[in-house]
């Protein structure tokens, strides 16, 4: 859960960032994403783990890449060809749920750890 934490905290910090630079007020930036006030504090402070779904409308929000935020908050790996495509892909359908969209990146994700291909290798 560490690492869940980390990726959660830096994604705060970054989202704070990027709304600083923005000129705009965490009241600002709720308003324009869709989501309350208190959420998104708790989202800055590292407290809570936003949906895909609303990390992109954040994006949108703050004019920057979605898949930016998804690496931040540890749902796509940063390093290029791990997997990256295809979770994005699952992130990008519109015809699933939330929690459908949720529910595959879970199982793909325990299919990489259970092959061992989590990391690309460095030959």
């Not at 959420?39 to 990390?55: D, T």
């Amino acid at each position: 859960m560490g690492k869940v934490g980390n990726a959660v905290e830096t994604l705060g910090d970054y989202l704070k960032e990027q709304r600083v630079s923005a000129q705009l007020s965490l009241r600002q930036l709720a308003e324009q994403a869709g989501v309350s006030n208190p959420y998104l504090s708790q989202i800055e402070r590292g407290l809570r783990r936003p949906s895909a779904q609303v990390l992109q409308q954040l994006a949108k929000a703050l004019r920057i890449s979605a898949e930016q935020l998804y690496v931040r908050a540890g749902i796509v790996s940063p390093e290029a060809g791990v997997g990256g495509s295809v979770e994005l892909a699952i992130l990008g359908d519109s015809a699933l749920t939330e929690r459908q969209k949720q529910s595959l990146l879970d199982v793909y994700t325990s299919f990489l750890a259970l092959n061992g291909t989590t990391t690309q290798p460095k030959e």
